[in-house]
């Protein structure tokens, strides 16, 4: 499928947020996709065009804009930018991250003169914030990938009206057993009939990530990106694709 990928600048206010944009000439619903903690990487923007290749519009948006625009910082695997990367994740302001998000997802809808709201996917710091934007934007649904820090937002996770969907490998450094737990139990608090809850045993974090040699995990990724498109195409009424595997 030919996708056309450009570069765009969102209004936030008064300024503008850069993002990468790609989509299929016909798509059949919008994502916004929430970088990790590097910044709009390669690895990040091909996830988009893996996404805009399966029928969707997806904007990544450039979410440390207030602190440095357009941060490329690999993949974690030199340990300065790492560390740079870990800098900019405790200087990020989530709660006005949040609403520059908000921004995001209103402006996906307009461009696409849609009348679905997207739908959020997020890696890691993304993945928490997937869930900050969800409570503050109506969404048609939310996707966190191995999400950082989420035993710490059950209120968050309560407030969300759309239907969620979160993964996390058995294996992960940032998310230990008791925190996917905690996420696990906050899910089926909710009650919410279209909530769906992985693990992948022996993943890693990042295991997603293509780019991340050393925690990539090809069957974890393709069991993970199987489930969030079948996720996806619930989310904007298409009810036809099998389910795969069973959730945990």
């Known amino acids: 499928m030919e996708l056309l990928s450009t ?55 450039d979410i440390y804009w207030r602190l440095a625009r357009n941060l490329n910082l690999g993949n974690g695997e030199d340990a300065n930018e790492r560390q740079t990367a870990v800098d900019y994740s405790l200087r990020y302001d989530e709660v006005t991250g949040a609403l520059d998000l908000a921004a995001c997802v209103d402006w996906l809808q307009a461009e696409q003169a849609a009348d679905q709201r997207p739908i959020v996917f997020g890696f890691c710091l993304g993945g ?16 966190s990938m191995y999400g950082v820090g989420l035993n710490k937002l059950g209120n968050l996770i309560q407030r969300i009206q759309c239907p ?11 998310n230990p057993v008791e ?52 996720f996806a195409a619930k989310c904007f009424g298409d009810f036809s694709q099998p389910a795969v595997g069973a959730p945990t």
């Open 7 to 61: 570069n765009v600048s969102i209004p936030i206010g008064a300024d503008r947020m850069d993002a990468y944009f790609t989509r299929p000439a016909q798509a059949n619903g919008s994502i916004v996709l929430i970088q990790e903690i590097f910044g709009v990487t390669p690895a990040m923007r091909a996830i988009a065009d893996e996404l805009a290749g399966a029928g969707y519009a997806v904007v990544v948006p």
């Open 128 to 143: 928490r914030m997937a869930v900050r934007m969800a409570a503050a934007t109506p969404l048609s649904g939310m996707i």
């Open 164 to 174: 969620l969907q979160f993964h996390f490998g058995t294996n992960d450094n940032h």
């Open 179 to 230: 925190v996917i737990e905690a996420v696990s139990d906050a899910v089926i608090k909710r009650g919410h009939e279209g909530d769906e809850f992985y693990t992948y045993e022996g993943a890693e974090h990042a295991f997603y990530n293509r780019f991340r040699a050393d925690r990539f995990s090809p069957v974890a990724h393709e069991l993970a990106k199987a489930r969030a498109l079948r």
